[in-house]
């Protein structure tokens, strides 16, 4: 994703637009925690939102920043990352992608590929209306496995 600051103004003066279309006010914590999120490439949980956040807003809560992310979900630009273990991970990337999950420190990066993203969800599955593939891979990053540091 470009993570330009131009294109970031311009993801912003979106959701401005799609919290008009739907009746949602655009409130200062709305940009800031889009924002914050869109300028972060590690898929922050709420509360690494709120520690970002709150530098700028110290009256804002956790609380607030959960409120705002169901929001945004609703308002189809973020997503939650399904990755292991209770905390929810958050992802302002709208552009097809898969992910890189480390399972030693929890790290999850962006992974574009073609051949995942050539898989085809199945037509039918019983209870359920599949819309679209996304691939977790789980496993160590370099700063978890030793390498890629470049010596010392
Ligand atoms: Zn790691
Ligand atoms: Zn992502």
Not at 12 to 17: D, I, Y
Not at 37 to 42: F, G, T
Not at 49 to 67: D, F, G, H, N, W
């Amino acid at each position: 994703m470009n993570r330009s600051p131009k294109n970031i103004q311009a993801r912003v003066e979106h959701l401005a637009e799609r919290c008009r279309e739907t009746g949602m006010n655009v409130t200062p914590q709305r940009v800031a925690v889009y924002r914050a999120l869109l300028e972060s490439e590690d898929h922050p949980t709420p509360e690494m939102l709120y520690q970002t956040v709150s530098r700028e807003m110290p009256s804002l809560s956790v609380a607030t920043i959960y409120k705002t992310l169901d929001a945004l979900v609703s308002l189809g630009l973020v997503r939650t990352v399904p990755v292991d273990g209770d905390r929810r991970r958050y992802d302002a990337n709208d552009e097809t992608h898969h992910h890189l999950v480390c399972s030693s420190c929890g790290k999850v990066r962006d992974y574009t590929s073609v051949e995942f993203d050539a898989l085809v969800p199945p037509r039918r599955v019983a209870g359920f209306a599949p819309k679209s593939v996304s691939v977790t891979l789980t496993g160590t990053c370099d700063d978890c496995n030793g390498s890629g540091k470049g010596g010392d």
